[in-house]
């Protein structure tokens, strides 16, 4: 009798990952009354997608998503130098204040490494 066994070239891959975007807490306020018109920038590579904008708020709630398709082997240990383009790992989420007159403000940013989440996440991959 055989025993089963997961191979390497059977193990379970993800092709997206999806993101949501649920609030923001004590933003600094940019804006007149000490608040801030806010949006965040979601990019994974050279793919980006924009929530809405929360307008006079420092604690906004989005409650949106968004899907990001992953290179080909990106997750495989081997996604940095194994010809995948730069950032294809880094899941970069910016928040912004919008200025109604001028550049936009940055409030700040946060990068999340997929291929460490991945592999060295205990909880289940679809979270």
Known sequence: ???LTVEEDQ???PTHVQVTVLRGRG???KGKHGTSDVYTIIQLGKEKYSTGVVEKTTEPEWREECSFELH???LQG???NG???AGATELVLIVMHRAHMGM???LGQV???LDKVFHESRCVKNE
């Open 11 to 13: 193990k379970w891959l």
């Open 83 to 85: 010809g995948c383009p």
């Open 1 to 3: 009798m055989s025993s």
């Open 72 to 74: 080909p082997g990106v």
């Open 104 to 106: 936009d403000v940055f």
């Open 78 to 80: 081997g996604g940095r």
């Open 27 to 29: 933003l600094r306020g």
């Open 111 to 113: 990068v999340i490494q």
